[in-house]
């Protein structure tokens, strides 16, 4: 199939292919006489699986080791382990960081309530702490 094909089954552009391809995700097809590249089907499932993987949140460099061990890999499953703790890891401190986040935003509207002199927005205070020398 051409690459327009394949980006739209794929859902994706043409540029993210060529992107995928340079990072080494997608391998480069065969050219037809005519000079167009013509992937196999199976492309399709490689760059839905890229795509889902970085919407987990996998690097690119991540998602070509997943892609690795999706064709076979090593023996054991000791590296997909690692990557999947690792990123378990990164998940909670965003988890923590967000749970932060609402919890400003919540005091924010709840100090939004109050006559204008009694108001303090957690949000700008933590903004200009942050700028403080």
């Known amino acids: ?3 327009g094909e394949l980006a739209a089954r794929a859902g994706v552009n043409t540029q993210t ?6 990072r080494g995700l997608l391998e480069r097809p065969p050219r037809s006489a ?3 590249r013509s992937y196999p089907d199976e492309a399709v ?33 000791e590296t997909a382990r690692a990557l999947a703790k690792a990123r378990i890891d990164q998940l909670a401190q965003r988890i923590s960081a967000l749970q932060r986040m609402r919890q400003s935003l919540s005091a924010l509207v709840d100090t939004c309530e109050l006559p204008r002199g009694q108001r303090s927005c957690p949000i700008l205070c933590a903004l200009h702490q942050e700028d403080a020398p």
């Open 1 to 3: 199939m051409r690459t």
């Open 17 to 22: 292919l060529r992107y995928y391809e340079g």
């Open 34 to 36: 005519a000079g167009y």
């Open 45 to 77: 499932a490689v760059v839905r699986f890229v795509k889902r993987a970085q919407e987990l949140g996998f690097s690119l460099e991540e998602i070509g080791d997943l892609l690795h061990l999706a064709d076979g890999g090593p023996e054991d499953c």
